[in-house]
Nanobody, 126 residues
Framework: RVQVVEFGGGLVQAGGSLRLSCTAS????????MGWFRQAPGKEREGVSC????????SYADSVKGRFTISRDNAKNTLYLQMNSLNPEDTAMYYC???????????????????WGQGTQVTVSS
């Protein structure tokens, strides 16, 4: 069966950094664009970043552009999100997801992604 698992979340001070990872199994990894999403309590899930099957194209939400970097290692079936200059507004549950096409759309929409991980919590203190 398809399984997606995120890890690497935790507690960090404002201005600090975290690196999230995501592994996917049960699918042909490089057939899928991959995305990161986040959801804070009481708020809707929002798209953070998307990366094409080869890593050649990436997209970011305006709120994280210049601070976050998405990447992938297809040999390891692994997706990454490097998060720098974190602030308390970045506090959320972060989810990894797989899209059943090789390319990302203009907008990073949850409905475009079919397989989801369980989430990993990121908390940024002030």
């Amino acid at each position: 069966r398809v399984q997606v698992v995120e890890f690497g979340g935790g507690l960090v001070q404002a201005g600090g950094s975290l690196r999230l990872s995501c592994t996917a199994s049960g699918l042909t990894f490089d057939d899928y664009a991959m995305g990161w999403f986040r959801q804070a309590p009481g708020k809707e899930r929002e798209g953070v970043s998307c990366i094409s099957w080869s890593g050649g194209s990436t997209s970011y939400a305006d709120s994280v552009k210049g601070r976050f970097t998405i990447s992938r290692d297809n040999a390891k079936n692994t997706l990454y999100l490097q998060m720098n200059s974190l602030n308390p507004e970045d506090t959320a549950m972060y989810y990894c997801a797989a899209r059943k096409y090789r390319l990302c759309n203009k907008y990073i929409r949850p409905s475009d992604f079919g397989f989801w991980g369980q989430g990993t919590q990121v908390t940024v203190s002030s």
